[in-house]
């Protein structure tokens, strides 16, 4: 399903990401997202769970009357349409950040000690 064709906010909005770049709105981008926490939570939505997500989300970005909603809000607007829906699947939206930069810090520490001569270009990276 196209979840953007049958959920759509009241006017035009636009996600300002964090690098600063404006994207419009797509709710379809949400359902995608949070599918991949429901799989790290190992969860199935069913479409009227995904059709709740929607729906919630779609009345904060209403209810909010902006234009431009930047991503922070954004996630907090997610994570609480999934505390309404799977409060598990709301725990793994929120702490993927946080997972991912740990798995990325461990992966580079175990680069190092495998072939130190690996990490030179890496090093640069900010962690």
């Known amino acids: 399903m196209e979840y953007n064709e049958k959920y759509k906010p009241a006017k035009e909005v636009y996600i300002i990401k964090k690098d600063g770049t404006k994207v419009a709105f797509d709710v379809t981008k949400v359902i995608n997202a949070v599918q991949k ?5 190992m ?8 059709e709740n997500i929607c729906k919630y989300v ?3 970005v209403d209810d ?10 954004m996630h907090n607007i997610v994570e609480g349409a999934l505390e309404s829906v799977n409060p598990a699947v709301a725990k793994s939206y ?29 090093r640069k990276i900010p962690i």
Do not use: Q
């Open 43 to 50: 969860v199935t939505f069913s479409e009227t769970d995904k």
């Open 37 to 41: 926490s429901a799989y790290r939570a």
């Open 94 to 122: 929120r702490d993927y950040p946080i997972t991912s930069r740990i798995l990325y810090i461990c992966w580079m520490m175990y680069i190092a000690k495998a072939s130190p001569s690996c990490t030179s270009a890496t």
């Open 58 to 60: 779609i009345g904060r």
């Open 64 to 73: 909010s009357g902006a234009n431009e909603i930047h991503i922070p809000l």
